[in-house]
């Protein structure tokens, strides 16, 4: 699928996002671009990876924040996992990320180096034309993702230091309870906190809370909602 596809116009493309709104308006952009394109949509991450595999097409156009099944809540790491299960599965697939969550694909920043396929990103405030630029980019197999903050400076997260942020800050749970969901001791959790502050540059300054300032920094970088 990486090969050059620029001047290709009957091309198969997916797109994804539980909007109809959003969809309509994103497949009426790329008929005028491609007007013989083979368009199928999908509004949920249910059921996307066998479509891929059946359909086979050279592009996926799609959102993050999606419900996993029908009727579900729009979330942006349903639409992060599915990503990585698209990379895996299928590594020169071309995907443009089209979302207003963009800083949050920060988080498997190195499985989008490792991809070996297209991968644009386009935020949901970018002009038709500048969407059909990334989809451009991407059917070439070329990789821009200079929209993403925190991507280019180098911003190197562990999983593990995001299972603390997300125990911590989206379930409320103290050291001690997330050190027993981790089954590792206390005194871990703590190191992962020293870590996460230390690539987040958070250090004690008087009067100001570090775990509120960790908060806070892991949130402009996209790595918690």
Known sequence: MKQVLAERTLVKILVIDDHESVLSGTIETLRKQYPEADIFTAQTADGVVNLVSKAQPDLVVMDLS????????PRPET?????????QNYPTLNIVVQTAHVRTLVRIRPKIDAHNGGFTVADKSLSSQQMLTRVEWALQGLTHTKDIKGMQRGLEVKPEWLKVLTFA???GLTDKAIA???CVGERMV??????????LDVYPEGGKNPRIQTEMRAREEGLID
């Open 66 to 73: 999606i419900p996993e099944k029908q009727d579900g809540i």
């Open 79 to 87: 639409g992060l996992q599915l990503l990585r299960n698209l990379m």
């Open 180 to 182: 027993e969901r981790m």
């Open 169 to 171: 800050f989206d379930e």
């Open 190 to 199: 703590r190191h992962y906190w020293s870590k996460l502050q230390d690539a």
